[in-house]
């Protein structure tokens, strides 16, 4: 069955640094998203994305966030310069057709920020 | 008020008991509603999705919409254990809003042998 990869499951990093979060959608679909859950609390939406632009964003992707398709089967949210915040479990999703429909999760990247 | 209302519970049934999960929202947007299901350090699984007023099925699971009262609920029948995780509903609205969902807190379920 077609699933959402992402990767890596887990990344540590020091605040201040650079991450790239990678994900890989499903293969025929054509929206993306990505979201963010902090422990113990809920899924936050972060940003949607379709046809190589972003669709819609939260108040949290602020300017530290971006998100980039880079070659037709990535999809990958850089967070320029970690805060000890951001630690949090990202998911990506993606769904087929035009939303509201279905969205289907990856497993999803625990970031860690030490 | 909170767009979205979800008891976190924690919730333990034994094993065969019908379970009923809820959520209210506040947004009269809101039209597509959906149920995860989420294990420990996992991603969200799609368990249901309805558009609208209404009751769906599929197996033992039924996803009623109260769009008046502006309530809904995921039945499950002989639960198994399982059917052990986090239940959360999550909810879009139609317009420029391009998918964004919106969850709930999520109502810890455990289903005891």
């Known amino acids: 069955e077609p699933e959402v990869t992402q990767t890596p499951s887990h990344q540590v990093t020091q605040m201040g640094q650079e991450v790239i979060l990678r994900c890989v959608p499903i293969?025929?679909?054509?929206?993306f998203y990505w979201y963010r859950q902090i422990l113990g609390q809920k899924v936050e939406f972060l940003v949607s994305?379709?046809?190589?632009?972003?669709?819609?964003k939260s108040e949290i992707f602020d300017d530290q966030f971006s998100v980039e398709r880079p070659d037709g089967s990535n999809f990958t949210l850089k967070i320029r310069s970690t805060k000890l915040e951001d630690s949090a479990m990202y998911f990506c999703?993606?769904?087929?057709?035009?939303?509201?429909?279905?969205?289907?999760f990856g497993q999803g990247t625990r970031l860690t920020v030490v | 008020q909170k767009e979205v209302e979800q008891d976190p519970g924690p919730l333990s049934v034994p094993e065969g008991a019908i379970v009923s999960l809820n959520c209210t929202y506040s947004?009269?947007?809101?039209?597509?509603f959906m149920w995860y299901r989420q294990y420990s350090r996992k991603g969200p699984e799609l368990l249901m999705y309805?558009?609208?007023?209404g009751n769906k099925e599929d197996g033992r699971f039924t996803a009623q919409v109260d769009k008046s009262s502006k309530y809904i609920s995921l039945f499950i029948r002989d639960s198994q254990p399982s059917d052990s995780a986090t239940y959360l509903c999550?909810?879009?609205?139609?317009?420029?809003?391009?998918?964004?969902?919106?969850f709930g807190q999520g109502t810890i379920l455990t289903v005891h042998p």
């Open positions: 309805t558009y609208s007023s």
């Open positions: 994305f379709y046809n190589n632009e972003i669709s819609e």
């Open positions: 947004n009269s947007a809101f039209q597509y």
């Open positions: 293969s025929n679909h054509l929206y």
């Open positions: 999550a909810m879009s609205a139609t317009g420029t809003s391009y998918g964004k969902l919106t």
């Open positions: 999703a993606s769904s087929e057709t035009r939303p509201p429909t279905e969205a289907f």
